[in-house]
């Protein structure tokens, strides 16, 4: 298989898997390793912000209503809420890298992760299920949801938007619909900014960085199939969670993790 192609799959399995609970990062992980060929943290996050841009597109007319209005009281709290959501995980995520915390590159934890995060899923449904439908984010959401971004940060397997998502539901905002919008939104700016660290390490380091020898062509072929799939995968979802349970994302993963433990040599 060319590399030209390798890079390409690897943007499309990124733009499916980052916004689905189903985790980006353990599918990368996997794709990698069964084939597809390590790549470096450069090319995993850019990808990521490819994805990210996809969001971000989808939810312009979302964000653009809330930086322009500001002066109403409904849409200053649900900024500064944002806000707050995204300073705790960047914060968080400024001290684990300082402690020199690195992602573990093995498929047992990732598997083990899917598993867990599955009856996770099915768990958090069902206790929201329970709710009266509540579509308002409070102060305890917006804490949770940034805590829960550093918690998905540090376990491969876990999935950003899947443990964002069901600590929303489960600590106030039982609404799917409006659960998953505060966890896209917190996701945009963390990511972005992920994305402009390792870059500006990156040309700050120059040949002896973070990016010495990437291949930036690749990287933006990558970087432009990780867009496209991930709008598409996106506007998939919020027409799906309309009239759907994530039910479905539990049994995928309980039965991609249940295979990867049957696939790992004893």
């Known amino acids: 298989m060319s ?18 609970p189903i985790s980006s990062t353990g599918h990368l992980l996997i794709a990698e390793q069964l084939g ?6 450069v090319f995993n996050v850019v990808i990521q912000a490819g994805a990210i841009l996809a969001v971000t597109i989808i939810y312009w007319p979302r964000i653009w209503s809330l930086l322009t209005g500001l002066r109403e009281p409904e ?10 959501s995204f300073l705790i995980t960047g ?22 992760a899917l598993i867990i995060g599955g009856f996770w899923i099915i768990g958090a449904e069902w206790l929201a299920a329970k709710q009266p439908d509540r579509s308002r984010i409070t102060w305890t959401v917006a804490i949770v949801v940034g805590l829960a971004q550093v918690v998905a940060a540090i376990f491969p397997g876990t999935s950003r938007s899947g ?9 106030g905002t039982s609404n ?44 933006g072929i990558a970087f432009v199939a990780s867009t496209i799939t991930a709008f598409i995968a996106v506007k998939w979802l919020l027409r799906y969670i309309q009239s759907h349970r994530f039910t479905l994302f539990a049994i995928y993963r309980i039965v991609v993790g249940a295979a990867l433990l049957l696939m790992l040599p004893k």
């Open 3 to 20: 590399d030209v192609l390798q890079v390409i799959l690897l943007g499309v399995i990124e733009g499916i898997t980052e916004f689905l």
């Open 36 to 41: 597809l060929g390590a790549r470096s943290d």
């Open 75 to 84: 849409n200053r709290d649900y900024a500064l809420k944002l806000m707050v």
């Open 91 to 112: 914060v968080l995520g400024l001290v684990i890298t300082k402690l020199g915390f690195k992602l573990p590159e093995r498929l047992e934890p990732v598997a083990w």
């Open 163 to 171: 443990a964002t998502i069901f600590a929303a539901m489960l600590t």
């Open 176 to 219: 799917r619909a409006a659960a998953t919008e505060f966890a896209f939104l917190v996701g945009i700016p963390t990511m972005y900014a992920a994305s402009g660290k390792l870059l500006w390490d990156s040309l700050k380091h120059g040949a002896n960085g973070v990016g010495a020898g990437e291949d930036w062509a690749a990287l």
